[in-house]
């Protein structure tokens, strides 16, 4: 007879591999936030802010 720890054992590793798939991934891009240092200029309201005019009303 097999003892019951050897089958716990053998029935978790069988469901690791069973579970096991091919590791699917993208790309890592990279992209400036910062529109000083070549981001997205319509991400540029702290230049805006900067030079004193009034913060928008929010509506």
Do not use: I, W
């Not at 091919?22 to 890592?28: G, I, N, R």
């Amino acid at each position: 007879m097999v003892p019951k720890l050897l089958l716990k054992r053998a029935a978790v590793l069988f469901a690791l591999v069973a579970s096991a798939g091919p590791a699917l991934s993208q790309d890592l891009v990279f992209e400036f936030n910062n529109p000083s240092f070549g981001g997205d200029s319509f991400n540029s309201a702290h230049l805006t802010f900067a030079g004193g005019y009034p913060e928008p009303a929010c509506r």
